[in-house]
């Protein structure tokens, strides 16, 4: 079952879960067999918050249907290339107010933003990076068998 109907299906925000509970639900990706590498589309001002260690927490309004293991950097306009990589150290979901207490410290945004982006949601996703690594020379997309820039994200082929 896909992480998003899990969380429907259960009640699970604000509940106290049991670590049998908590893997089932979002296992840490890079306990996952089936984890894959994914590319994310992120704007130049947080790319360089990422490598500069001020934002180790990456915000999406959903969870990855397939769990996620390490990122690709895509750094959009105006560099449009792949610019570094960083290992999924663990995705917590649960609502924006919980997620924001337990990622303030890194954001790499304020919190006008990150309430404004979650305006309206029940669910916020932060993907914990680590072990960040700045390409010397970025890549280009076809260098991965991608073939255009995804609004948000997309799985490597």
């Known amino acids: 079952m896909i992480l998003q109907e899990k969380i ?3 009640s699970l ?10 893997k089932s639900i979002v296992e840490p990706a890079r306990e996952s067999v089936n984890a ?3 590319l994310f589309s992120i704007r130049p ?3 360089e918050k990422i490598f500069n260690g001020t934002k180790k927490f990456e915000y999406r309004k959903q969870p990855n249907r397939i769990p996620i293991s390490k990122i690709l950097i895509y750094e959009t306009a105006p560099i449009m290339k792949i610019v570094g990589e960083a290992e999924v150290e663990k995705v917590l979901v649960d609502t924006p107010e ?5 990622t303030k410290e890194y954001p790499g945004i304020n919190k ?5 982006y979650f305006r309206k949601r029940d ?3 932060a993907y914990q990076l680590k072990n960040v690594i700045k390409f010397d020379i970025p890549k280009e997309l076809s260098d991965f068998g991608i073939k255009r820039a995804p609004q948000s994200f997309c799985y490597l082929p």
């Open 8 to 10: 429907k299906n259960t």
């Open 13 to 22: 925000l604000n509940k106290e879960l049991s670590n049998e509970e908590v």
């Open 36 to 38: 894959k590498t994914a």
């Open 45 to 47: 001002e947080y790319v």
């Open 98 to 102: 919980v997620i924001w207490e337990k």
């Open 112 to 116: 006008k933003f990150y309430d404004q």
């Open 123 to 125: 669910t916020a996703v």
